[in-house]
C-alpha cells in the first residue's frame, strides 16, 4: 500500500528560528495536507494542496506540493513556542474503492526552547 | 457548537466493561471516521462511514463495534477490550467529493485495565 515518509522525526529549535520539514512517497499524491497535533487533543488542518508545484502559506507557516506529486514540504518562520506539537502530513489513497481512506505520515515532532 | 466534538475525553475500563465513545459533527459532512492513535504510530484507519453506510472497516476486531445513526452523529461501542487498545481514538468528518479533506475531533484517551 501507499507509504508516506516524514521527515525529520524530531526536531529541536531555538525560538526565532526557521523550521522545515518534508514528506515523501513512492507514489503519487493529487492532495496533500499537512495537520498539527497538540499534545492531548486531535489534528488540526493547517494547509491543504490540491495542485503540482502549488504554494500555499497560513501565516508564518507555508507549504509546497512538489512537482513530481511525490512530496510536499512544510516551512515554519520565526517560530515562537505555540509552535510546539506534532506535525503530520497526509493524502488520500488512490483508487476508486478506496474513499475517505488517508494515509499519513509518522509525525515530526517540534520543540521550541524559548 | 461547533466542529466536531467527542465525549468522553478520558475512559478508563477493564477489560470486561462495555462503553461507547461517542463523536458529533457539526460541519455539515456526510462522511464520517475512527481512528486508533497509539504511542509512535501512525494514525489508522478503523472505520469509515459515508452517508450512513460503512464502506470500510480496516480488518479491525469484532470487540470493536461502530453505528452510525445520521450523518452528524457516529459511536464506537466498545467490549471486552485489551490492554493493548489503550489509545487516542480520534473521530473525523468531511464532506463527499474529491477534495476529502477531513477534521478532526479532540479525541478519546482510552486506558484499558
Known amino acids: 500500500g501507499q507509504q508516506l515518509n516524514q521527515s525529520p522525526q524530531s526536531m529541536f529549535i531555538q525560538e526565532g528560528e526557521d523550521v522545515s520539514m518534508n514528506c515523501t512517497s513512492s507514489s503519487i499524491f493529487n492532495t496533500w495536507l499537512w495537520y498539527k497535533q497538540d499534545p492531548g487533543e486531535g489534528p488540526v488542518l493547517l494547509i491543504a494542496l490540491y495542485k503540482a508545484g502549488e504554494l500555499t502559506s497560513n501565516g508564518r507557516l507555508t507549504a509546497q506540493f512538489g512537482i513530481t506529486r511525490k512530496d510536499s514540504f512544510l516551512n515554519i518562520s520565526a517560530s515562537i513556542p505555540s509552535d510546539v506539537g506534532i506535525y503530520f502530513c497526509?493524502?488520500?489513497?488512490?483508487?476508486?474503492?478506496?474513499?475517505?481512506?488517508?494515509?499519513f505520515g509518522q509525525g515530526t515532532i517540534l520543540t521550541v526552547h524559548p | 457548537e461547533t466542529g466536531v466534538t467527542q465525549t468522553p475525553r478520558h475512559l478508563v475500563m477493564g477489560m470486561t466493561n462495555k462503553k461507547s465513545l461517542k463523536c458529533e459533527q457539526h460541519l455539515g459532512h456526510n462522511a464520517m471516521y475512527w481512528y486508533k492513535q497509539s504511542a509512535k504510530k501512525p494514525l489508522e484507519l478503523m472505520f469509515v462511514?459515508?452517508?450512513?453506510?460503512?464502506?470500510e472497516n480496516n480488518s479491525v476486531p469484532s470487540r470493536f463495534s461502530p453505528e452510525c445513526p445520521n450523518s452528524s452523529h457516529l459511536f464506537l461501542h466498545l467490549h471486552t477490550l485489551q490492554p493493548e487498545d489503550s489509545a487516542l481514538y480520534l473521530c473525523a468528518s468531511s464532506s463527499s467529493g474529491t477534495k476529502e479533506t477531513q477534521y478532526f475531533g479532540p479525541g478519546t484517551r482510552l486506558l484499558v485495565l
Open positions: 497526509a493524502g488520500p489513497n488512490a483508487g476508486g474503492t478506496s474513499y475517505g481512506k488517508l494515509t
Open positions: 462511514y459515508n452517508f450512513k453506510e460503512q464502506t
